[in-house]
């Protein structure tokens, strides 16, 4: 009953009105009997990335499995400090810096062990050495000019780490220390990193860097027993 009053008030409005006003009319008579709109409301919930672990088998909230300290923003950051080493978060920012500054010396070191053997064949251990010859300096003068030339570089890296100028601490980047554009792109001699590429790339950085930590405490066994790395695998 409703919907037939409407739509004789409509026709009548129509018939009322000139040529001209029919239309408006006509839509005016159309929105009575038209239904609101229903605005709906859509919710999108994304789920929070869980922290990794280092023994992902085991759920736990305690400190040795789970440490809070450890909240995964780090790269490669798996939950591993069972001594609780970084609670403090100073302490937390210059242990990852030196874990950074190890890492690549031991990648530097392993690679350049195996390629030294391989192209000696002298064991790095004994690289350099010569039995009965003079050496041409001392001893002292050798760790005084190292601790000199060593020494300065630290310390610049020291007051970088205190107060940082060179970007964000470890990562210096820019066109020298990324020559050839791994990790962005130089336009008109400015350096635009690529943030999606960085992160990746210092996840990998990380985790080789472990991994040579850990082959070069091996190589560390090895040399105490006389041998290599290429001769204890058969080489």
């Known amino acids: 009953m409703a919907l037939a009053s409407t739509s004789a008030t409509a026709s009548a409005a129509v018939l009322k ?28 919930v994304a789920a929070a990335v869980g922290k990794k672990s280092w023994i992902p088998a085991v759920k736990s909230d305690a400190e040795f499995i789970n440490p809070s300290w450890l909240d995964g923003s780090l790269p490669g950051d798996f939950g591993f400090d069972p001594l609780g080493l970084g609670k403090d978060p100073a302490f937390l920012k210059w242990y990852r810096e030196a874990e950074l500054i190890h890492g690549r010396w031991a990648m530097a070191a392993v690679l350049g062990i195996f390629i030294g053997q391989a192209y000696s064949g002298v064991p ?48 210096p980047g820019g066109k020298f220390f990324d020559p050839l554009g791994l990790g962005g792109e130089t336009k008109d001699g400015v350096y635009i990193p690529d ?41």
Not at 31 to 41: D, E, F, H, I, N
């Open 195 to 235: 943030t999606e590429k960085l992160e990746r790339l210092k996840v990998a950085e990380i985790k080789h860097s472990r991994l040579a930590m850990l082959a070069m405490l091996i190589f560390y066994f090895e040399a105490g027993q006389g041998k290599t790395p290429l001769g204890a695998l058969g080489l």
């Open 124 to 171: 790095w251990f004994e690289a350099g050495a010569q039995p009965g010859a003079v050496a041409p300096f001392s001893f002292g003068s050798l760790l005084g000019t190292q601790l000199l030339l060593m020494g300065w570089v630290e310390s610049k890296r020291w007051v970088d780490f205190f107060n940082p100028v060179t970007g964000e601490q470890g990562y």
């Open 17 to 44: 009105n000139p040529f001209l006003g029919a239309r408006r009319a006509l839509a005016n008579a159309a929105s009575l009997g038209a239904a609101k709109p229903v605005t709906r409301r859509v919710v999108v």
